[in-house]
């Protein structure tokens, strides 16, 4: 288990540590998971200022979020009696609402994903491949095969293949042993399953930052979400009108309840009118820009008016610390993301891993260094062409 800190210091800077890789023997109950975090900010003299939780939306981390809630109630340590602290992981989210989706072409990925496989079992083919690549002028220089349990690599395998198409066309006349090309049908599905996923992608590329607040730009980016099945389902009659349908009803759903929720929680919040004034101007010139290429500098706005808003500001400054995904920290250890210390990993003991995960993690921080991005999504392999 990844135990990450994130805190906005009296500065307005967003800080993020990894605390501890805490080994979790069996049984993995919600109980003993909670036991075992408990352990790991005890340690850490934190366990009265958890503010919120942030974890995948499964029912072990329900269990988890509400012995933790209990727990800090009874100190009165939790705002609005903890309406805000258990935080289930939006990426996760999206990742389970466009994986069932995306069941409605698996046969479709299971060609393009058998196509790329195909390719990349021997040099000579991937070698023809490649000389196929360059009579028909192919920009590209590389295939994906994805991490098939999480959907962006899927979209990033589909959408990269595609561009491939004519490529595979020519490939399957001189290879007999290929048998997975898709049909001509199934490569428009495929053109209009990108084009839907598309704004997806952007959305959860937008909100797994930890570099940055999150928690002020999900809401508009689920309302952009919201948008998309509702125009596909009215305008498109082929293959995905079912699933921009049945998208639709999910995310109505959610936002239904998650709506009434909200409007629960503004009730309980007596706002004088100087908190509404800051709220308001914080909406309009942040939350709703829309432009390309815009950033808005969330808590470079509420440094500068920190004096202005002295209470609202210190209440601001931890609700734009809490992330509104795991995906980051997840995937620092995720080895389907090849962020894997060696292959004979297993050998290692527990502390030994901890030493070297947070070591590495804490140095950066200290010496002001970024971590190293890889050229591509951690979820996917690339074929390299020649």
């Not at 800090?72 to 999206?94: E, W, Y």
């Not at 920009?139 to 962006?152: A, C, E, F, Y």
């Not at 290692?348 to 200290?366: E, F, N, P």
């Amino acid at each position: 288990m990844v135990v990450t800190c994130h805190f906005v210091d009296s500065d307005f800077q967003l800080h993020k540590y990894i605390l501890n890789f805490v080994d979790v023997p069996p049984p993995y109950t919600g109980v003993h998971i909670y036991d075992c975090l408990f352990k790991c900010l005890k340690e850490w003299n934190i366990e009265k200022k958890v503010a919120s939780l942030t974890v995948d939306n499964v029912r072990t981390n329900d269990v988890v979020a509400k012995k933790f809630m209990e727990n800090l109630n009874i100190q009165n340590k939790l705002a609005i009696d903890g309406q805000l602290f258990h935080v289930r992981c939006c990426a996760h989210i999206l990742n389970l609402l466009v994986q069932d989706d995306l069941l409605e072409i698996k046969d479709i990925i299971h060609n393009v994903r058998e196509s790329v496989k195909h390719v990349s079992a021997s040099p000579g083919r991937l070698h023809q491949f490649s000389e196929l690549s360059k009579q028909l002028l192919m920009p590209k220089k590389h295939l994906i095969l994805d991490v098939s349990t999480r959907w962006n690599a899927t979209y990033a395998m589909l959408s990269t293949t595609l561009e491939f198409k004519n490529v595979f066309v020519n490939y399957a006349d001189r290879e007999p042993t290929y048998n997975t090309l898709p049909s001509d049908d199934d490569w428009k599905k495929v053109e209009d399953v990108c084009s839907f996923l598309a704004l997806f992608n952007a959305a959860t590329e937008l909100i797994s930052g930890s570099e940055y607040p999150t928690s002020n730009l999900f809401l508009s980016e689920l309302f952009g979400i919201k948008e998309a099945p509702d125009v596909v389902a009215l305008n498109d009659d082929g293959c995905m009108k079912g699933m921009a349908e049945e998208m639709k009803k999910k995310i109505d759903n959610g936002i239904k309840t998650g709506s009434a929720k909200f409007a629960q929680h503004i009730r309980t919040v007596d706002c004088a009118e100087s908190v509404k004034s800051a709220l308001t101007t914080y909406l309009e010139e942040g939350v709703y820009i829309s432009e390309p290429g815009v950033h808005f500098d969330a808590l470079g706005w509420w440094k500068a008016n920190k004096l202005k808003y002295k209470i609202l500001s210190k209440m601001v400054a931890d609700v734009l610390a809490i992330p509104v995904t795991t995906v980051a920290s997840e995937s620092a250890f995720s080895a389907a993301g090849g962020r894997v210390i060696d292959s004979n990993r297993s050998c290692l003991g527990t502390k030994t891993v901890d030493m070297l995960i947070c070591g590495a993690d804490w140095y950066r921080h200290y010496y002001g260094l970024e971590k190293k991005k890889a050229k591509e999504n951690d979820d996917v392999v690339c074929v390299e062409l020649t």
